[in-house]
């Protein structure tokens, strides 16, 4: 913190990817040297990258999300394996918090089960199993207290891994997505419930599935949502008007605005 104050930074502008950066350390190193930044505070970057605590967290708002269940190694072992988990296939296994989808296995046959977990366990302490559902990948993000366009990705593959986001040419992105104006305000108001009750801050993209009932479930939340070219975010943001620098001025704006009025830590 010593280190940081003593580069006399106005704000800082954070675009970081997976730990350290997502998961509130580096918020709570520019806390302590009193420097403004953009984004969400050390509390919401923490619970959202953190997949068992943010899941938790949909739950107790009434949040609709996938069944669950989330172990670390040790209660894996306690339990006898994944075999014996009572897993019923299709599933989801991802690592609980790491970044940009690494890690992460569809199940559709149970032999498959044990290599999904040992599989996510390489990418962190800690494993997410949850329902497969079926349906159409949505991501909304958020912009101050407003949800932008829908995003449809139409992904080659299973689904939106790090083959698709930052590889693949064949991965589509439509936005705004083709929904009725219903659909899309049920889908916009799940994402800002998700931001709300994260206790996310300025920006946050919300990532889910929109099964064929038209309901959607909500997967996880990302609060440093990739600021490229090619990401989710400023293609929202565009088809709402808004270009890439007056994206970039509101998210320091509202940084150096957070922090003349003291909640930085809120």
Same mark, same amino acid.
Request: net charge negative; with cysteine.
């Given at each position: 913190?010593? &280190? ?6 106005? $704000?800082?502008? %954070? ?14 190193? +520019? ?20 997949? +068992? ?22 209660? %894996? ?21 790491? =970044? ?6 569809? !199940?559709?046959? &149970?032999?498959?089960?044990? $290599? ?12 997410? !199993? /949850? ?5 159409? /990948?949505?991501?909304?993000?958020? +912009? ?12 080659? =593959? ?28 049920? !889908?916009?108001? $799940? ?16 990532? &889910?599935?929109?099964?064929?009932? =038209? ?29 890439? !620098?007056?994206?970039?001025?509101? %998210? +320091? ?8 009025? =003291?909640?930085?830590?809120?």
């Amino acid at each position: 913190a010593n &280190m940081a104050a003593a580069l006399e930074i106005d $704000a800082a502008f %954070l675009a970081l990817h997976g730990e350290f950066g997502e998961d509130g350390r580096i918020q709570m190193i +520019l806390e302590q040297a009193g420097i403004p930044y953009t984004g969400s505070g050390v509390d919401a970057s923490a619970l959202a990258f953190d997949k +068992l605590l943010a899941k938790r967290a949909f739950e107790k708002h009434g949040i609709l999300t996938p069944a669950w269940m989330g172990f670390d190694a040790d209660e %894996l072992r306690a339990l006898g394996g994944p075999e014996n988990l009572g897993l019923v296939p299709p599933l989801v296994v991802k690592p609980a918090a790491s =970044g940009s989808s690494l890690g992460v296995t569809i !199940v559709r046959r &149970m032999d498959d089960a044990t $290599a999904a977990v040992l599989r996510a366990f390489e990418y962190g302490e800690s494993v997410l !199993v /949850e329902r497969y559902i079926q349906g159409r /990948e949505l991501t909304v993000a958020v +912009l101050g207290h407003e949800p932008l366009p829908v995003c449809e990705l139409n992904v080659k =593959g299973e689904f939106y891994d790090y083959q698709a986001k930052y590889v693949d040419a064949g991965t589509r992105i439509v936005c705004p997505a083709e929904l009725s104006r219903e659909l899309t305000s049920r !889908v916009q108001a $799940a994402a800002l419930s998700v931001h709300q009750a994260l206790g996310c801050r300025d920006l946050s993209r919300v990532d &889910m599935i929109l099964d064929a009932a =038209g309901q959607p479930w909500v997967l996880e939340a990302n609060t440093l949502p990739g600021l490229t070219a090619h990401s989710l975010l400023p293609k929202a943001a565009e088809a709402a008007g808004i270009d890439f !620098v007056t994206l970039c001025e509101f %998210l +320091l704006l509202s940084a150096l605005e957070h922090d003349e009025r =003291g909640c930085q830590a809120a």
